[in-house]
């Protein structure tokens, strides 16, 4: 695993765009596996301005994205299709008919399954970005006794509603189960990149980096078993968790 240990945030989330934009450069109609969260944000502002800088075109660039949440439409400020427009997509030259996000309303069983498809169609992702949650959940694979390969419905834990209920008027909108892709629909990608930063994310992240234990408690801890990770934190964190390199 490669720990990547920045200055700050903002720091991190150039590392990260400047991957993305090498990748996309090398390698022009490259699959991307997206993130929703706080976190990703101030990395597609960088993407953003990148491509208006041009310095990178995603006219050819597919992606497909981790979760859904279930019961909300696409339109919903709060659907992870709205955001990735709202955040991503409507800004840079992406031809929309090759993002992917799961459906949220309708059968959640055969939009699970639609899901999974899109992980594999045309090969699985170069490129697979990640956020953890403060229980160290990626994507809503969240801390359980069991974890699951494929994409499914999930459960969402209460630390992750209260942790998401941050962006809803009341803590009661958030939706209480999601559409994700699975661990191994994540750990088959080609690169995995996890961003991570603020103290709340210390267990998850110490669990993740400090020791070679793997746990379905801690979910990120899967990711010890690929061969090609990138975590990226900034130092503040570091020292939270007592990384030292
Ligand atoms: P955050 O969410 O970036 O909003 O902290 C990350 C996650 O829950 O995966």
Excluded: W
């Excluded at 209480?176 to 892709?181: C, D, K, L, V």
């Excluded at 994310?201 to 379905?216: E, N, P, S, Y």
């Amino acid at each position: 695993m490669n720990v990547v240990v920045t200055k700050s945030y903002d720091e991190s989330c150039a590392y990260v765009a400047d991957m993305i934009c090498k990748l996309v450069n090398e390698k022009p109609d490259c699959k991307l596996g997206l993130a929703t969260g706080g976190t990703p944000v101030p990395m597609y502002k960088k993407l953003i301005e990148a491509n208006k800088a041009g310095k990178v075109d995603f006219s050819r660039v597919r992606t497909v994205n981790l979760d859904e949440y279930c019961g909300i439409p696409a339109t919903h400020d709060q659907s992870y299709r709205y955001f990735m427009n709202t955040n991503l997509f409507d800004h840079i030259n992406i031809d929309k008919a090759n993002t992917y996000v799961a459906q949220g309303m309708g059968d959640a069983e055969a939009n699970a399954a639609a899901l999974e498809a899109k992980v594999r169609e045309g090969g699985v992702a170069d490129l697979q970005l990640l956020g953890i949650g403060n229980n160290g959940h990626i994507a809503f694979n969240e801390a359980a006794d069991v974890l699951h390969a494929t994409a499914h419905i999930e459960k969402l834990t209460e630390s992750t509603i209260q942790a998401n209920s941050r962006f809803f008027e009341k803590k009661e909108d958030v939706p209480t189960t999601a559409i994700t892709m699975g661990m191994g629909d994540i750990l088959a990608a080609k690169c995995v990149v996890l961003i991570a930063t603020g103290l709340a994310k210390t267990d998850a992240i110490r669990g993740l980096v400090m020791d070679d234990a793997i746990t379905t408690r801690n979910p990120s801890t899967m990711l010890k078993m690929h061969e090609n990770v990138y975590v990226v934190i900034d130092q503040e964190l570091a020292d939270a968790v007592g990384y030292k390199g």
